[in-house]
């Protein structure tokens, strides 16, 4: 069965937004999988700003576990790297993915499920929404395209 990427709210700032008036809390992606129930399946995640530890319970709910800031016990890129083709894993880190990426790309090659997408990276340039995008083909074929999405309502 799929996973599904969301957003999870850690306390942190990004430094771009520390003299705002306006505190906007820093939110990154994690990539979950469900149970036989759909429910997710809990797990510990790091935040890719400060490193905080949170244990992610729900769609875009999670606790912070304070005072584990340092631990080594979360899966990260290097420990999926492993576990996938070079090739992969070497286009992977190249394009700067996030650890969820690494997560998506494994789960569909864990599970076989060749033809699905993950979008890579999005940027939007003049309100048009830009994605690289990666179709995993088999365990070590996949194709990498750029996609525009137009998602301007005239």
């Known amino acids: 069965m799929p996973g599904i990427k969301h957003l999870i709210n850690c306390h942190c700032v990004l430094a771009i937004y520390k003299n705002d ?8 992606p994690v990539y979950s999988k469900f149970d036989e129930n759909n429910a997710i399946i809990p797990k510990l995640v790091k935040c890719n700003n400060c490193d905080t530890l949170h244990y992610v319970y729900d769609m875009c709910k999670s ?5 584990k800031d340092q631990t080594s016990i979360v899966i990260e890129k290097d420990d999926l790297a492993l ?7 070497n286009l992977l880190r190249k394009i700067n993915c996030d ?6 790309v494994l789960d569909i090659i864990e599970e076989e499920r060749w033809g699905e997408i993950v979008v890579l990276k999005r940027d939007i340039i003049d309100e048009i ?7 995993i083909l088999s365990d070590d074929k996949f194709k ?9 309502i005239k």
């Open 63 to 67: 606790e912070i576990r304070p005072g």
């Open 21 to 28: 008036q306006k505190i906007i809390n820093h939110k990154f």
């Open 129 to 135: 929404q830009q994605v690289k995008v990666i179709e």
């Open 83 to 89: 576990m996938m083709s070079d090739k992969l894993s």
């Open 99 to 104: 650890i969820s990426s690494w997560e998506h």
């Open 144 to 152: 990498i395209r750029s996609e525009t999405i137009n998602d301007i």
